[in-house]
């Protein structure tokens, strides 16, 4: 059974830090390109960051906004991917979702809640 499982957001001053844990399991991580999206209330979902496969070389990228800021790694013994999130800003509350892709394959974790307030 496919399972992405999210976990590590909660509620965190300005300037705070996170990080975020996708554990997979039912599939090998390091074959799929793996994602973070997130959702703010009123808007639509948003890549935040990507780290390619093994095969694609593990490359990141991240969206413009995280830069600088945001860091997707891999652990391949734990089947897990995580996201370091430094400097967090108001605008980064959100709901956390993990992806996994690898050609028409799509899988959606069920996502884990950040809050960054004073």
């Known amino acids: 059974q496919v399972q992405l499982v999210e976990s590590g957001g909660g509620l965190v001053q300005p300037g705070g830090s996170l990080r975020l844990s996708c554990a997979a399991s039912g599939f090998t991580s390091s074959s799929y390109s793996m994602s973070w999206y997130r959702q703010a209330p009123g808007k639509e979902r948003e890549l935040v960051a990507t780290?390619?496969?093994?095969?694609?070389?593990?490359?990141?990228n991240y969206a413009d906004s995280v830069k600088g800021r945001f860091t997707i790694s891999s652990d391949n013994v734990k089947n897990t991917v995580y996201l370091q999130m430094n400097s967090l800003k108001p605008e980064d509350t959100a709901v956390y979702y993990c992806?996994?892709?690898?050609?028409?394959?799509?899988?959606w974790g069920q996502g884990t809640q950040v809050t960054v307030s004073s």
């Open positions: 780290i390619t496969s093994a095969v694609a070389g593990g490359r990141t």
């Open positions: 992806h996994a892709r690898k050609n028409w394959l799509h899988y």
